[in-house]
C-alpha cells in the first residue's frame, strides 16, 4: 500500500508549516532542561509519527499510533510544553488558536484506502503551566446525519485540521475549524465546523451556524459543512484574510453523475461563507465570471528550501 504521507506530503506539509498559525515562543516559559527533555521526546514522536504512516502492514501502523499517543501525553505533561511547538513532526497536524489559549493536535491512522481513523487533542493554555489536555476520540464512522449533528470531544467527527478562523458574537467565541478528511480510495472531503467552549471550559461542535437563507432557493441552516470530491481532485476550502470570508471550490461532476460524489471536480466557481450575526451566511457565486488559471484564490505556497531553513 502506497504511504498515506507519501500520496499527500505536499498537503502535509502545507498544513504544518504554512496554514498553521505558529505561537511565538517566549524561551523564558520553558525551562533548559525541560526544552531539553522536550527535544528528546520530540525525536521519539517524530519517528513513530513517520511509523504511523508510512508502515507497509497496518499492525505495524496502528501500534506505532499506539505509542505515538502515550509518548505524546507524557511529552505535554512538561511543564510549560503548550509553547513547545513540536516542529520535526511533519505528519502531525499542530495549530494554535489565533488568541492562544489552545493547540490542536490532530493525525491519523489508516487501516487501508477505505478506513482511516483520526486522533486528536486539544491542549489548552494554563496559568501554571501544567497539562489541561482534551482527547478528540473519533466517532464520525458512527455518526449518521453528521450536518446536523453537535457533538462533544468524546463523539467527535474526526478532521485533520489546518485552519482556525476566530469570530465573536455577543462576546462570545467562536473557533471555526477547516478540516481534511481522507475518506475512501475514490474521494476526499474537505469540512468546516464551529468550536465554542460551553460555561465548564469543555469544547462543543457544531450547532446552528451555516446559513441558506440568502440562497435562490434557501435551505435549513446547517451544522457543519463539507465538500467531497474525486480522490486528488484539488478541492479546497480556505479563509481569505483580505475579504474576511471562507472560500471553497464550486464542484460538478466530470461524467453528468451527480449521485457519485467521487466524480466530483471543482468548475473554476467559487462560493463562499461570510460572517454575519454569528452565523456563515452562504454566497452561492462568489465572482460575476468564472477566474482564469492563476487567478483562483490560492494558499500561501511553501518550498522545500523553506520548510528545511524551518520557515514558513
Known sequence: ?????????????????????????????????????????????????????????????????????????????????FYFNFDSLITISRIYSPDSTFKLFTWQVSKDENTHRRHGAIQMRTADGNLRLLPLVDRGFIIENQRDTITNNEWWIGSIYYKIIKKEHLGKAFYTLLGYDENTIRSTKKRMEVMQFNESGMPVFGGNFFSFAKDTIPKKNQSRFWIEYKKDGNGRILYDEDLDIIIYDHLISETNEPAKKYTYIPDGDYEAFKWVNGQWQHIEKLFTSKLKDGEAPVEKPVTESKIKKGKG
Open 1 to 81: 500500500m502506497n504511504s498515506i504521507y507519501t500520496m499527500h506530503k505536499p498537503f502535509y506539509i502545507t498544513i504544518i508549516f504554512c496554514l498553521s498559525f505558529f505561537l511565538q515562543v517566549d524561551a523564558q516559559k520553558i525551562s533548559k532542561e525541560d526544552t531539553r527533555i522536550l527535544i528528546e521526546k520530540q525525536d521519539s514522536l517524530a519517528k513513530l509519527g513517520l511509523t504511523l504512516v508510512e508502515a507497509q502492514e497496518a499492525g505495524d501502523r496502528f501500534r506505532a499510533d499506539s505509542l505515538f499517543t502515550r509518548v505524546l501525553v507524557r511529552s505535554l505533561k512538561v511543564k510549560n510544553s
